[in-house]
């Protein structure tokens, strides 16, 4: 999805459900990236990390639709 940097900020200002959904998303990115440098997991890490990667998906996936409801108010 290519997203409109003002459409991001103004929905982020607007919508306390997106900010915090924005704010964990970003600390989920650092993790899985923090994990992805690693050169050896332990199984444990390992699953971590998929945990990780699930829930940023999945957070991804409810912005998008907040975005896209905003997207279509203005169009």
């Given at each position: 999805m290519n997203i409109n940097p003002a459409l991001l900020e103004k929905?982020?200002?607007?919508?306390?459900?997106?900010?915090?959904?924005?704010?964990?998303?970003?600390?989920?990115?650092?993790?899985?990236?923090?994990?992805?440098?690693?050169?050896l997991f332990t199984p444990e890490q390992e699953l971590e990390n998929k945990k990780h990667q699930k829930q940023k998906l999945s957070l991804k996936d409810r912005m998008e639709k907040i975005l896209s409801h905003y997207q279509e108010t203005i169009n």
């Open positions: 929905v982020k200002q607007e919508n306390s459900e997106f900010c915090e959904l924005y704010e964990e998303h970003t600390t989920l990115k650092q993790k899985v990236e923090d994990f992805n440098k690693m050169k």
